[in-house]
């Protein structure tokens, strides 16, 4: 833990006070994200969090493609794959009875090796430039709070709760508590990254609204040295991520990145009914610890704003998805990184009074639109679960025809928990007052991506070459691509974001191929890889683009 970020005032004991540009409440992967985004752009921060140290909870498992896609900008992505998954054990997904029975439904799922491999030959622009990776939030906190606790900028502060504050028009005073007494903080912005509870939020007296309380379930962790070794137990399924138990409590199974640990969720009465809710799930015996036990409820809101004057909202504090679709934590760090550059430029001096304002715009669609998708596949689940009768075991005709049934229609249905490639890769934001308005667009897809360079989506994923995608090409500023060999001149955008002095570099790439697929001649794309701008001649007027973009 680092003080070099805030000045401190007072001894042991005393109230202090200290003083930050941007103070973060929450050490979650989405704060940790911010923090670090920050961090390296060389912005003052604080990252506050009331537990002691990150705890060993189940919680989120996995960063989809596009989440691996940013943390691959901030460096991170080599380090989380190593710490995550073993990259060759398969991603399948079964519907089963037991684990020492034939499944009902095998859904198969390329491992991350065979994902980067099919990544790798891609001559389109249909693949995101990194594989998902299966990581445990318990392991993920502690690798993003190491990331950040080595930033100079960034200080890191657990053992501090969060307890109100008051704005003004040069900043905000937030008050919290440590066991050591009261610290008061003045930032120039408060994020609020302190999950469904916020208490940010609620200063703020912003309202939750949508689906809360849809279901109640018990979630457990256990360690097992032999579970996973042994798969497959007898006729039971292969080795996979999930495994869905097909009864009458939702019984749902999912390996933990260290294929030692194991998550189960379940409708029970008791605590201690998730020993025997797991005994019964795997079917035959085992050696295994349970570790914890907790509860949890479905829900599925949306924030009413996403923050009010200089204190802003991100993750679960602003949205809370079902994990159905894997949406959670991925759509938090989004908003980490929508709203990291924004600060950034807006403590530079260059970015505009829209620049702020464009965030909630931006980021309260893509919620609003990804609570869409998590109960598009809660439904989904919901359904094919609603086939299960009493007699799913019994050997007899009715029995089959129950068995067959339900796997039938989870075929259908389960899918669309675990195929979201449109949610994932492509958002796109609309009405945003820093991107070019181009009037229609494409349909927002959950299920199907399909890539394009309309302002406001994410620059599509494309190889120049071996080992050589156009992403890690793009600067930390502004990059205007020139594509196909054009010799339009550029120079007036050039010369007018630099006049603002703003970060900008111009991107020539000859490949024909590269203008072919995303269609024009110049593309315009801001620092978190979201086109502003494109076009087949030189902008009109050169400042009046640079101003809006920027957010004056």
């Known amino acids: ?64 493609a596009r989440t691996m896609e940013i943390f691959r900008r901030m460096g991170l992505s080599d380090k989380i ?8 054990v398969p991603m399948d ?17 390329p491992s991350v090796n ?47 709760e969060f307890l109100s504050l008051e704005q003004d028009e040069g900043g905000v005073t ?32 912003i309202k939750l609204r949508g689906e809360g309380n849809l279901l109640h379930l018990r979630q457990a962790l256990y360690y097992s040295e032999e579970l ?24 749902f199974l999912i390996m933990q990145d260290s294929t030692k640990h194991w998550t189960l969720h ?13 005994e019964k799930a795997v079917g035959a015996p085992v050696d295994y610890q349970m570790l914890y036990v907790g509860q949890w409820k479905q829900n599925l809101l949306l924030a009413d704003n996403y923050g009010s004057g200089r204190v802003f909202l991100a993750g679960d504090a602003a949205h809370l998805v079902i994990p159905t679709g894997g949406l959670g934590m991925n759509t938090g760090v989004g908003d980490a990184v929508d709203l990291g550059w924004k600060l950034a430029a807006t403590l530079e001096g260059w970015g505009g009074p829209n620049l702020l304002r464009s965030y909630e715009i931006e980021r309260r669609q893509v919620g609003d639109r990804n609570v869409g998708a998590s109960r598009y596949a809660s439904l989904g689940r919901r359904k094919w679960r609603s086939q299960y009768r009493p007699d799913i075991r ?84 502004y990059t205007m691509l020139r594509l196909g060999g054009t010799q339009i001149d550029t120079s007036g955008i050039e010369g007018a974001f630099k006049a603002r002095g703003v970060p900008y570099q111009t991107l020539d790439i000859a490949s024909q191929r590269a203008r072919d697929i995303y269609g024009y001649d110049l593309v315009l794309v801001r620092p978190d890889m979201h086109v502003v701008w494109r076009g087949k001649a030189a902008p009109d007027d050169a400042e009046a683009l640079a101003a809006m973009v920027t957010g004056h």
Not at 31 to 37: R, V, W
Not at 81 to 88: C, H, I
Not at 94 to 101: D, G, I, S
């Open 114 to 160: 065979e994902a980067l491999a099919e990544i790798r030959k891609s001559e389109d622009a249909s693949q995101p430039l990194e594989a998902y990776q299966l990581i445990s939030q318990y392991t993920l906190e502690p690798l993003l709070k190491s990331v950040a606790e080595e930033l100079p900028t960034v200080t890191v502060r657990y053992g501090t």
């Open 394 to 477: 019994d050997n007899t005709p009715a029995g089959q025809a129950t068995r067959d049934n339900l796997a039938g229609v989870a075929d259908t249905e389960q899918r669309k928990t675990n195929e979201m490639i449109g949610a994932e890769l492509g958002y796109r934001y609309v009405g945003s007052p820093v991107i070019t308005d181009e009037p229609g667009g494409p349909e927002h897809l959950f299920r199907e991506y399909h890539p394009t360079t309309w302002p406001g989506a994410r620059l599509p994923h494309l190889w120049l070459g071996d080992n050589d995608p156009v992403q890690d090409r793009i600067g930390a500023g």
């Open 81 to 88: 794959r190593k710490a995550g998954l073993d990259a060759s």
């Open 228 to 251: 996973y070794n042994r798969i497959p137990l007898g006729d039971g399924p292969g080795r996979g991520r999930h495994y869905h138990v097909a009864d009458g409590q939702a019984t």
């Open 1 to 64: 833990m680092k003080a070099n970020a805030a000045g401190l005032e007072g001894g042991e004991g005393m109230e202090r006070m200290e003083q930050t540009d941007v103070l973060i409440v929450g050490a979650g992967p989405v704060g940790l994200t911010l923090a670090i985004d920050l961090g390296q752009k060389g912005v003052r921060c604080t990252l506050i969090e009331k537990k002691e140290a990150p705890e060993f909870l189940p919680k989120m498992e996995r960063c989809n």
């Open 174 to 205: 937030a008050r919290t508590t440590t066991k050591n007494g009261d610290v008061t903080y003045r930032a120039k912005y408060v994020i609020g990254c302190d999950g469904g509870a916020s208490p940010v939020r609620k200063q703020l007296g």
């Open 93 to 109: 997904v079964y519907v089963v009875l037991a684990m020492n029975e034939p499944p009902l439904l095998r859904l198969p799922y």
């Open 266 to 278: 379940a409708v029970v009465e008791k605590d201690e009914d998730m020993a025997a809710q797991f």
